[in-house]
C-alpha cells in the first residue's frame, strides 16, 4: 500500500473554494495509486478567535481546558472535508487526535508526540481511501485533549508520514517553499528546490514560520522526506532532505530572523562555580527558554556579567524569578531591553567555507548596525542587535553573501523524491 502525507494549513482551508482547491489535490494523489492522509488545521482565525473567546471568559484560562475549546478548530475543519471528499464518492472519514490516538505527554498547550497507533490507521486505511486527520492535537495517558502549540499540524502531519512509512509528507501552505529569506521584507529572495534537515532546523529555530521545529526534528529522525509546497500553485516547492555534497557548494543558504527576544543583563554577579546554576535552574523550571548566552570576562574583584535572552513573552515571568535570585547571588542591577532582534546566517557550507563570520560583520558594520551577542554553531551565526535594524539587516546580509544572485539550482530539484505514477 502506498501512503501519502498531505498537511494544509489555515490559509489553505480558510473557506469553500480554498478546500475545493484541497479536495483537487487529494484527488490527483488518489489517481496516482496512493492512499492519502490528509491532515487539516483549523480554518484561518479560529484558532486566535477562541483563544480570545476563552480569554473574555478567564483571565487565566486553565490550559488543560483551554487544550479543549482550542481542539475544536480541527474538529470543524475535518468534518468539512471528509464530507466534501464523499460529496464527490470518495472513500473518506474524519479522525480526531484522540480517536487514533496519537499519544502525548501533559503539557498542555505544548504537548510532545510520545506515540501513534499506528496499526489502528494502517487497519483503518484498508477500508478508507482518504482519512482526513485533525492537526496540532492528541491525548494523554488519561485521555485528556492535548495541544502541539503553534504550527503543531506540521509535527502531526510528519510524525504521521513516519509511522506510515509514507513515501511523502508534502506541506501545502500559501507560500511556494522555502526561500533564502523573506520575501516580504527582501525582494531578492529566492525559493529553494532543496534544503537540508540540519539547515531548515535552524531557520525554524531562528525564526522562519515555514515549520514548526518539531516537524524538522521528526523529519530529520525518522528521514521523513517533506515537501514545502503552495496549495493554490503546481508548481514544485521545496524538498527538505538529508543532506549532500551538492549543498555544501554554496556558502550560505538562508538568512533568518526573529524580533521575538528579549536580553536580560544581571550585572556584576561573582565570577565563582555555582552563579550560572543559580540564575538558570529557576528559569528552567519554569519552562522558559533561553536562547543566546554571554559571560564578560572577570573583572578585578571576580565580578562579572551575565546575558542572555529569552522570548519576549516570558520576559514579565523571567524578571519575577530574577528579582529574587538577583539578591541571592549578590548581583548590582538587573537589566532588561526588549526591542532586540536576532539575525542567523546559515548553511551547511559553512563547514567547508572560511571567511563567513568576517563577511557578515563586514556588512554590518558597513550599516553601523551594532552586534550586542553573538552565537555560533557549525552552520550558523547568530547576532543580537536593535530590532529596529532587522530588515536592514536581513537585506544586508542577503547580498553580502550573493543569496539573490547565486545559482541555487545547485540543489537540483530532480534529485528530490516527488509523486510518481504506479
Same mark, same amino acid.
Given at each position: ?8 494549513? $489555515?490559509?489553505?482551508?480558510? #473557506? ?28 484561518? $482565525?479560529? *484558532? ?5 473567546? !476563552? ?23 475535518? /468534518? ?6 464523499? #460529496? ?22 505544548? /504537548? ?16 478508507? #481511501? ?6 496540532? =492535537? ?18 502531526? /502531519? ?30 531578492? !529572495? ?21 515549520? =514548526?521545529?518539531?516537524?524538522? %526534528? ?18 514544485? $516547492? ?26 536580560? *543583563? ?8 555555582? @552563579?550560572? &546554576? !543559580?540564575?538558570?535552574?529557576?528559569? &528552567? ?23 542572555? @535572552? ?52 563586514? /556588512?554590518?558594520?558597513? %550599516? ?46 530532480? %534529485? ?7
Amino acid at each position: 500500500m502506498r501512503v501519502i502525507v498531505q498537511k494544509y494549513g $489555515g490559509s489553505s482551508v480558510a #473557506d469553500l473554494e480554498c478546500m475545493l482547491k484541497v479536495r483537487e489535490n487529494v484527488l490527483k494523489a488518489l489517481d496516482k495509486g496512493y492512499r492519502v492522509v490528509v491532515v487539516l488545521s483549523a480554518i484561518y $482565525g479560529e *484558532t486566535d478567535r477562541l483563544l480570545s473567546f !476563552a480569554r473574555s471568559w478567564s483571565k487565566r484560562p486553565d490550559s488543560s481546558e483551554l487544550d479543549v475549546i482550542l481542539s475544536t478548530g480541527e474538529q470543524i475543519s475535518v /468534518a468539512l472535508f471528509a464530507m466534501l471528499l464523499k #460529496d464527490c464518492g470518495v472513500k473518506a472519514r474524519s479522525f480526531l487526535g484522540f480517536q487514533i490516538p496519537i499519544q502525548t505527554d501533559r503539557s498542555f498547550g505544548k /504537548a510532545r508526540i510520545l506515540d501513534i497507533e499506528h496499526e489502528h490507521i494502517r487497519h483503518m486505511l484498508k477500508d478508507y #481511501d482518504v482519512l482526513v486527520v485533525a492537526g496540532f =492535537q492528541g491525548c494523554d495517558t488519561e485521555n485528556r485533549i492535548t495541544t502541539l502549540g503553534r504550527g503543531g499540524s506540521d509535527t502531526s /502531519a510528519v510524525a504521521l508520514a513516519a509511522v506510515l512509512d509514507a513515501e511523502l509528507c508534502e506541506i501545502y501552505t500559501d507560500v511556494q517553499g522555502v526561500y533564502t529569506t523573506d520575501p516580504n521584507i527582501c525582494s531578492q !529572495a529566492r525559493k529553494l528546490n532543496k534544503i537540508a534537515y540540519d539547515e531548515m532546523l535552524e531557520m525554524a529555530s531562528m525564526g522562519a514560520k515555514v515549520l =514548526q521545529i518539531r516537524s524538522v %526534528e521528526f523529519a530529520k529522525k525518522y528521514n521523513v522526506p517533506v515537501h514545502v509546497r503552495s496549495t493554490f500553485s503546481d508548481n514544485s $516547492g521545496t524538498y527538505v532532505v538529508q543532506e549532500d555534497k551538492s549543498m555544501e557548494a554554496a556558502m550560505v543558504s538562508g538568512i533568518a530572523y526573529d524580533k521575538d527576544q528579549a536580553r536580560i *543583563t544581571l550585572v556584576d554577579v561573582v565570577d565563582a562555580p555555582g @552563579t550560572a &546554576a !543559580a540564575i538558570f535552574e529557576p528559569i &528552567a523550571r519554569a519552562n522558559i527558554v533561553v536562547d543566546m548566552i554571554v559571560q564578560n570576562p572577570s573583572r578585578e574583584g571576580g565580578r562579572t556579567d551575565m546575558t542572555f @535572552t529569552v522570548p519576549k513573552s516570558s520576559i514579565e515571568d523571567s524578571l519575577n524569578i530574577l528579582k529574587k535570585v538577583k539578591d541571592k547571588i549578590g548581583a548590582r542591577e538587573l537589566l532588561h531591553d526588549a526591542n532586540v532582534a536576532k539575525v542567523t546566517v546559515i548553511g551547511v557550507g559553512m563547514r567547508n567555507h572560511s571567511g563567513v563570520a568576517a563577511i557578515a560583520f563586514s /556588512a554590518l558594520k558597513k %550599516e553601523n548596525i551594532n552586534i550586542m551577542i553573538i552565537s555560533t554553531s557549525e552552520i550558523k551565526i547568530s547576532c543580537l542587535i536593535e530590532e529596529k535594524y532587522t530588515e536592514l539587516a536581513v537585506r544586508t546580509l542577503h547580498e553580502a553573501f550573493g543569496l539573490g544572485d547565486q545559482d541555487v539550482g545547485l540543489r537540483k530539484e530532480e %534529485e528530490s523524491p516527488a509523486i510518481t505514477d504506479q
